[in-house]
């Protein structure tokens, strides 16, 4: 268990005894040993304590969120699955169309059915299929991202991005001038209808939600941060440490939309932002 291997590695990190820590939280050492091993769970009361004696947050304690796997694949499926499920029908009617075409005039009605089902599945579902492409890897020595010199139709660039053959390019840390957590709040205003817009109602419309990296060149990069929204995402998960990482590396970081705040205290990123667009 984390919380387990947590309190037994910042503890010798302390060069504590479990009796040392034992008598600064009034408690037995065997119940420090019963931590250690797994067998018991410290009660909320003690886990502040923990963190204070321990000298670290409450996240990094439960959640080892200070530790940050690298290298880190940002947004990327980890599956070639998820693609084939979404699009199996598409697939389906694709393949039987192109069969069909030697003896059934109707053979491009199949076709083109199965390219504008895979169409509107690639824009309006609940999967965003461009992650296949468009997910960012952290490394120590800086930042691999997509980049494509010339012109590739979206379904194309998702498929290559399911087989590995994407075109990425690289920057340093020390190449990066500063980095910009941009939060979209000025809100979808719709297409001319009556209909009340509401932060992230349709996948189409969503907030932009991009880390915007400008290089000492003065190129911008645009990275998607989507996944921190979803809470049992890895990463959301290593958000904070992804960028305390970046911040280690001397890189310049403006979050004027109090993003790293809003997940620290488990605040919604959309509410807090919104709040600073409407004045509270």
């Known amino acids: 268990m984390i919380i387990s291997s947590n309190i037994k590695k910042y503890r010798e990190l302390k060069e504590m005894t479990q009796e040392n820590l034992a008598e600064q939280m009034n408690i037995s050492r065997q119940s420090i040993s019963k931590w250690e091993r797994g067998d018991a769970l410290p009660s909320v009361e003690n886990l502040i304590r923990l963190s204070e004696l321990l000298d670290l947050s409450l996240d990094d304690l439960v959640f080892n969120q200070s530790e940050f796997p690298l290298p880190f694949d940002y947004g990327a499926f980890k599956s070639k699955w998820v693609y084939f499920g979404w699009m199996f029908m598409p697939i389906l009617f694709i393949v039987n169309g192109l ?22 599945i690639q824009e309006i579902a609940m999967v965003d299929l461009k992650r296949y492409y468009n997910y960012f890897t952290v490394t120590k020595t800086g930042i691999f991202y997509y980049s494509s010199k010339y012109y ?104 004027k939309y109090n993003v790293i705040n809003s997940i620290e205290k488990e605040y919604s990123i959309i509410d807090e932002a919104y709040k600073l667009k409407e004045g509270f």
């Open 99 to 120: 069969f069909s075409l030697s003896y059934v005039d109707e053979g491009w009605y199949y076709i083109l059915g199965g390219l504008l089902m895979g169409g509107l």
């Open 152 to 255: 590739i139709p979206k379904p194309i660039k998702i498929i290559l991005g399911v087989f590995g053959s994407r075109q990425v390019e690289f920057v340093s840390y020390k190449d990066i001038e500063e980095m910009q957590i941009y939060f979209g709040n000025s809100g979808f205003q719709g297409f001319n209808t009556t209909v009340s817009y509401r932060p992230r109602q349709y996948f189409y419309n969503r907030e932009l939600f991009e880390l915007r990296v400008t290089l000492k060149d003065g190129q911008t990069v645009h990275l998607n941060l989507d996944r921190a929204f979803f809470s049992d995402s890895l990463e959301r998960r290593y958000f904070l440490a992804m960028f305390n990482y970046f911040k280690g590396q001397n890189v310049p970081l403006e979050d």
